[in-house]
Structure formats: structure tokens, C-alpha cells
């Protein structure tokens, strides 16, 4: 993924369920462009299991659409130890190797959505409602002559959601 070591900040926290905390104080920092959860919950002799993976996992999804920070959930869930170890070895089938790639994966989808800036969203916003405007417009409208056209050529050549994926790229 090219990440260097220097730029993984480990944090360790006591278990699955405080592991929400620590994210969203890591989102909130602003100094991370995505977080990466890693753990296991093993199933005991009780349902305390359940909820603890439960709580983890809707937990972290809240953290990331509160701040719009990605999270990668890569918490294991298994039965016993030696399944999260086979879970977590060294691999392409590595579970936190997965949650680090969707983490990244989402940097990047939410770049090209984002406006490169206020005034390219308010032309965006502009443009799309003109579009509807015009889609209203009776068959006989005087305005489907020459300045409808050049419009629509203008619309076709590079929207404001084109501009937007060329600016966040």
C-alpha cells in the first residue's frame, strides 16, 4: 500500500469494546487520513461474546460517519485463538491486511467526492438545477435555440462532477 512505518502511529487499547473510543478521538485529532481497528473477540462460555463484537463493529461504523474519517474494521471474531492467529499470519488472507486496503480504498473514494472547492459545489448545484429546469420546459419552449444548445454542450464536455473527480484526483 506504500505506507512507511514512520507514518503508523499504533495505539493499543484494553480490549474490542473501547476500541470505538479510540477511533473517534483519532478522527477528531485530524492527524490521521484513515484508521485501521484490529482485534479479536473469542466466544466464551456466555453471550458477553455477542455483544462485545456487536458493540465494536457498530461502534467504529458510527465513528466513521460521524467524522468522515474511514475506518477499517478488521476486529476477528472466532471461536478460539488458533483462528484468529490463521486469521491474522502473515499473507494475503490476513484480515487486518484487508481492513488496512478497504481504509485506503475509502481515502480515496471519499477525495473524489469531496468539491475541490465551495465555489465548484455551488456551480454544481447551480448546473443541476438549470438541468431541471430545462427538463420541465415545454417541447415548444423559446428557449431551445442556440443558448440551449451551447448549455448542453457545456454540460456534456465536463460537469460539475467532472470537474470535481479531476480536482480530487
Known amino acids: 500500500m506504500g ?4 507514518d503508523v502511529v499504533v495505539v493499543d487499547v484494553p480490549g474490542a469494546f473501547e476500541l ?9 485529532s485530524e492527524r490521521f487520513d484513515a484508521i485501521v481497528a484490529l482485534g479479536a473477540v473469542i ?23 460521524r467524522t468522515r474519517v474511514p475506518v477499517g474494521f478488521g476486529v476477528l ?26 481504509a ?16 465548484t459545489a455551488r456551480r454544481g448545484r447551480a ?3 438549470e438541468e431541471r429546469k430545462r ?7 423559446s428557449t431551445t435555440g442556440e443558448s440551449a444548445r451551447k448549455e ?5 464536455r465536463g460537469g460539475a462532477g467532472t470537474r470535481r473527480r479531476k480536482a480530487a484526483s
Open 135 to 141: 427538463s420541465r420546459r415545454p417541447a415548444g419552449d
Open 104 to 119: 485506503v480504498a475509502m481515502v480515496h473514494v471519499l477525495a473524489r467526492m469531496k468539491p475541490a472547492t465551495p465555489d
Open 43 to 65: 466466544r466464551g462460555e456466555t453471550d458477553h461474546y455477542e455483544h462485545i463484537a456487536r458493540e465494536a463493529a457498530s461502534g467504529l461504523a458510527a465513528v466513521a460517519r
Open 152 to 156: 448542453g454542450t457545456s454540460a456534456a
Open 77 to 102: 471474531t472466532v471461536a478460539e485463538e488458533a483462528q484468529a492467529l490463521a486469521r491474522s499470519a502473515p499473507g494475503p488472507e490476513n484480515k487486518g491486511g484487508e481492513a488496512a486496503r478497504a
Open 127 to 129: 448546473q443541476r438545477t
Open 20 to 28: 470505538p473510543l479510540a477511533a473517534r478521538a483519532a478522527a477528531e
Open 3 to 6: 505506507a512507511q512505518k514512520r
